[in-house]
C-alpha cells in the first residue's frame, strides 16, 4: 500500500563519516592525504608495469588491472566524500547516487576476483613453472581479465537496477558517507525480502568462488614449496608469493567482517569505519605491499626515477624485438625438479632463454635405478611431454599386498597403558552413542527434528570411531601391525564415509536451530519429517559417493618406495606419501572437495548462527533469550570442537606439522570428539537428561518387579 502513495524522490542526504562540526576538516585534510597516496600508488604502478621491461609477466599484468581497480574504486567514493567534508548541504542527486553505487559495486566484485585470478597465476607459477608461458598465455590472460570485468559489471547492473526500483518514501537521509546497498534498502518503504536475499547469495557466492580459488591454490603451493630442501629455493617461492598474500588477507578479512554478518549485529559506526577500510584504506595499502616487497618493482621505481626517458625508449625497443624473435622466453621463476625418490631440487635457470628440451634435460637428475635413467634420457632425447615420465616409472613397480602400521608409538613400555586409556575411551563412546541413539528412540518427548538429527550424528560418531579403535587397541598388543591392501582401502572408504557425513549433518543441525528460532511458528511445517530425512540421506549419499571416489584414486596408484605407514590408520596423506606416481591430480582433487565441501558446511552454519544470532538480539525479554540460547548452546560447542580440529589438521599441508602432532590431531577427531558429542548433548541438554533418568528409573524398577515375582 505504501508504495501507491509515495513520491519520487529527487536526492539523497549523506551524513558523512562524522556529525560533528569540529571534526570535518581535519577529517578533510586526513582523507585528502589517504587519497593522494592512493591515486599516486596506484598510477605508478599502472606506468611501471607498462613501461619498465622487467614488468611485462602475467603476474605484473594482473597486478596493473589490480591498481586500475583500486584507483577507481576509490575515485568513485573519495571525490564526493571530500567535498561533503567542505559542504553545508551534503546531498547527492537520485541518478548520482545509483551512478556511485554501480560503480562501486563493478570495482569490488571486480577487485574480489581479480585477487583469485592471482592466486591462480601464482599456483600455475611455482607448481607447474615449466608450463607457465602456455598456461598463463597473453590471450588466457586477457580472457580471465575481461571475465572478471564483464562479471563486476553484470553484477553492479542487476543490484543497481533491484535496488533503485525500490519505493523510498520514509526518509532520504542515507547515514553512510557513500550510497551503499545496505542503508539504502533500509530506507525504503517496498518489501526488501527478495532484493535482501539477492543480495545475500550473490555476496556469499562470489566471496565462496573467489575464496575457494585462493585456498585451493596456495594450498598447493605451500605443498609445492615445502617440498623443496633448499632453504634459498624456498625464500624465493615465498617472496613471489607474499605480497598477494597480504593483500588477500587484509582484503577479505575486511570484507568477512563487514558483510557476512547481519547489519544489525554492528553499529552505524562500526559499519562506516569497515567501509572507509575497504573503499579507501586498502587501495592506499595495496601499492605498498606490492611495490616494497618486490624487488623487480623498486628496481623498476629506481630505473626509471634516475633515467625516465631511457627506461621509456628501452622498453619500446625491447617490445618491437620480442614481437619478432622466435626464442621462448623462459620467466624468471625457479624450476621444481621431481627424481625419481619424489626428492625435489630447487633450481634457478642458468639463462632467461631456454628451450623447452634443454629445461627438461636440466631439471632431472638422473638418479635412481637404471631404469628409470633408461626411461629419462629416452624422454628427453623423444621429445616425450614430461608429465609423462612418472608414469613410464611407475609401470616398472610391485603391487603392495599389505601395509605396516607404525600406531601412535613405538615404545613398549607405553603400548599397555595407551592399550587400557583407548580401551576406555571406546567403551565410553559406544554406551554413549548408542545410549543416545535409545533413548531418543524409546522417549516420545523426543520425537522433534532436533533430537532426528542428534540421533543420526551418534550414529556416525559410533560407526567412525569403530572403525579407527579396533584396529588401533589391537596394534598396541601385536608385534607386527599389519593391515592387507584391501582392509587399508576398506578402512579409508568408511573414514571418508563418516568423517564427511558428519560435516554436513552439522550443518543440517544449524539449519535446524535457524528455522526454530527465526521461524517458530512455521517450524513444525519446514522442517516435515520428509524434509528432515532428506537432510540425513543427502549427506549419507555424498560422503559414500566422495569416500568411494577417493579410495578409487588412491589404490589405483603404485606403492613402490614402502609399505609402511606412519600412522595409526589408513588415511590419505600418509598413502599418498608412500606412492611413486603422480599424485598432483590425486592431491588437487581432494584439496577441491574437502575445500568444496568444508566451506559449503562452514557457511551453512556460520550464516544460520548469524541469523540466529540476529534473532537472538531482537527479543526483548532476557528469558527468551536465555532459552534461545540454551537451545544452540550444545550445538554451538560441537561445531566449534569438531571445526577447529579439522581447521588445524587439514587446511593446511600435513608437512607444516610434525608427524606427532598429526597424531595427536587425529586422535583427537577420531576418538576424542566421538566421546565428547554425547556428554555435549545429554549434560546440557534438560530434555536428555529428564529421558535418561527416566530410562533408568524405568529399568530399575522392571528390575524389582522382576524379583519381587521371581
Avoid at 581497480?69 to 576509490?74: T, V
Avoid at 631511457?310 to 625457479?334: C, D, E, G, M, R
Avoid at 634420457?377 to 613410464?392: A, D, G, T, Y
Avoid at 532476557?622 to 548452546?633: I, M, N, V, Y
Wanted: overall charge positive; hydrophobic content about 45%.
Amino acid at each position: 500500500m505504501a508504495p501507491g502513495n509515495t513520491t519520487q524522490i529527487t536526492e539523497f542526504i549523506l551524513i558523512g563519516v562524522s556529525e560533528r562540526p569540529e571534526l570535518q576538516v581535519p577529517l578533510f585534510f586526513i582523507f585528502l592525504g589517504i587519497y593522494g597516496l592512493t591515486v599516486a600508488g596506484n598510477l605508478g604502478i599502472i606506468t611501471l608495469t607498462c613501461v619498465d621491461s622487467r614488468l611485462q609477466s602475467p603476474m605484473y599484468f594482473f597486478l596493473r588491472h589490480l591498481a586500475v581497480i583500486n584507483f577507481s574504486n576509490s575515485t568513485v567514493i573519495a571525490p564526493k566524500m571530500l567535498s561533503n567534508f567542505l559542504a553545508n548541504k551534503k546531498t547527492i542527486s537520485y541518478y548520482a547516487c545509483a551512478m556511485q553505487l554501480g560503480g562501486f559495486l563493478v570495482f569490488i566484485v571486480a577487485e574480489i576476483f581479480m585477487l583469485a585470478v592471482m592466486a591462480y597465476d601464482r599456483y600455475v607459477a611455482i607448481c607447474n613453472p615449466l608450463l607457465y608461458t602456455l598456461v598463463v598465455s597473453p590471450r588466457v590472460c586477457l580472457l580471465l581479465v575481461s571475465l572478471t570485468y564483464l562479471y563486476g559489471l553484470f553484477t553492479s547492473i542487476v543490484f543497481t537496477v533491484c535496488v533503485f526500483s525500490l519505493s523510498f518514501c520514509s526518509s532520504n537521509i542515507i547515514d553512510h558517507f557513500y550510497c551503499d546497498i545496505t542503508p539504502l534498502v533500509g530506507l525504503s518503504c517496498s518489501d526488501t525480502y527478495i532484493t535482501e536475499i539477492l543480495i545475500f547469495l550473490s555476496a556469499g557466492t562470489n566471496l565462496f568462488f573467489s575464496m575457494t580459488i585462493v585456498v585451493v591454490s596456495y594450498f598447493n603451493i605451500f605443498l609445492s614449496i615445502l617440498r623443496i630442501q633448499s632453504s634459498e629455493g624456498r625464500k624465493k617461492a615465498f617472496s613471489t608469493c607474499g605480497s598477494h598474500m597480504t593483500a588477500v588477507t587484509v582484503f577479505y578479512g575486511t570484507l568477512l567482517f563487514m558483510y557476512l554478518q547481519p547489519g544489525t549485529n554492528h553499529t552505524l559506526d562500526t559499519d562506516k569505519l569497515a567501509s572507509v577500510f575497504y573503499t579507501l584504506v586498502i587501495p592506499m595499502l595495496n601499492p605498498m605491499i606490492y611495490s616494497l616487497r618486490n624487488k623487480d618493482v623498486k628496481a623498476a621505481l629506481q630505473s626509471i626515477m634516475t633515467n625516465p626517458c631511457a627506461s621509456f625508449l628501452y622498453s619500446l625497443v625491447q617490445n618491437v624485438s620480442s614481437s619478432v624473435t622466435s626464442i621462448t622466453h623462459a620467466p624468471k621463476f625457479s624450476v621444481l625438479c621431481m627424481c625419481r625418490e619424489r626428492k625435489l631440487r630447487w633450481q634457478e635457470p642458468e639463462v632467461d632463454h631456454i628451450n623447452w628440451n634443454n629445461r627438461g634435460h636440466r631439471c632431472f637428475k638422473t638418479e635412481g635405478s637404471e631404469a628409470f635413467k633408461n626411461i629419462l634420457n629416452h624422454s628427453v632425447k623423444s621429445h616425450i611431454p614430461l608429465q609423462r615420465i612418472r608414469h613410464m616409472a611407475d609401470t616398472n613397480c610391485t603391487q603392495v599386498t599389505h601395509f605396516i602400521l607404525l600406531g601412535l608409538t613405538d615404545r613398549q613400555e607405553l603400548k599397555m597403558p595407551l592399550f587400557m586409556a583407548f580401551l576406555s575411551i571406546y567403551i565410553f563412546t559406544v554406551v554413549g552413542n548408542l545410549g543416545l541413539i535409545l533413548v531418543i528412540r524409546t522417549d516420545a518427548r523426543l520425537n522433534t527434528p532436533m533430537y532426528f538429527f542428534l540421533s543420526n550424528l551418534a550414529f556416525v560418531d559410533f560407526c567412525y570411531t569403530s572403525v579407527i579403535t579396533p584396529k588401533m587397541l589391537g596394534n598396541f598388543l601385536y608385534q607386527r601391525n599389519l593391515v592387507s591392501f584391501h582392509a587399508c582401502a576398506a578402512q579409508l572408504g568408511c573414514f571418508l564415509t563418516f568423517m564427511v557425513s558428519e560435516c554436513l549433518l552439522l550443518a543440517s543441525m544449524a539449519y535446524d536451530r535457524y528455522v526454530a528460532i527465526c521461524n517458530p511458528l512455521l517450524y513444525k511445517i519446514r522442517m516435515s519429517p520428509g524434509l528432515c530425512i532428506q537432510l540425513v540421506t543427502v549427506p549419507y549419499g555424498y560422503s559414500f559417493l566422495m569416500a568411494l571416489f577417493h579410495t578409487i584414486l588412491t589404490f589405483r596408484l603404485c606403492y613402490c618406495l614402502s609399505n609402511v605407514i606412519d600412522h595409526f590408520y589408513c588415511d590419505d596423506m600418509p598413502l599418498l606419501g608412500l606412492t611413486c606416481s603422480d599424485t598432483h591430480s590425486k592431491q588437487l582433487w581432494v584439496l577441491t572437495c574437502a575445500g568444496i565441501t568444508f566451506i559449503s558446511s562452514v557457511l551453512i552454519v556460520f550464516v544460520s548462527y548469524m541469523f540466529i544470532i540476529s534473532a537472538i538480539l531482537k527479543m526483548r525479554s532476557a528469558e527468551g533469550r536465555r532459552k534461545a540460547f540454551s537451545t544452540c548452546g550444545s550445538h554451538v560447542l560441537a561445531v566449534t570442537i569438531f571445526y577447529g580440529t579439522l581447521i588445524f589438521m587439514y587446511l593446511q599441508p600435513s608437512s607444516n606439522h610434525s608427524l606427532d602432532t598429526d597424531k595427536m590431531t587425529s586422535v583427537f577427531y577420531t576418538v576424542i570428539i566421538p566421546m565428547l558429542n554425547p556428554l555435549i548433548y545429554s549434560l546440557r541438554n534438560k530434555d536428555v537428561k529428564e529421558a535418561l533418568k527416566k530410562a533408568v528409573r524405568s529399568s530399575s524398577q522392571a528390575s524389582v518387579l522382576m524379583k519381587f515375582q521371581k
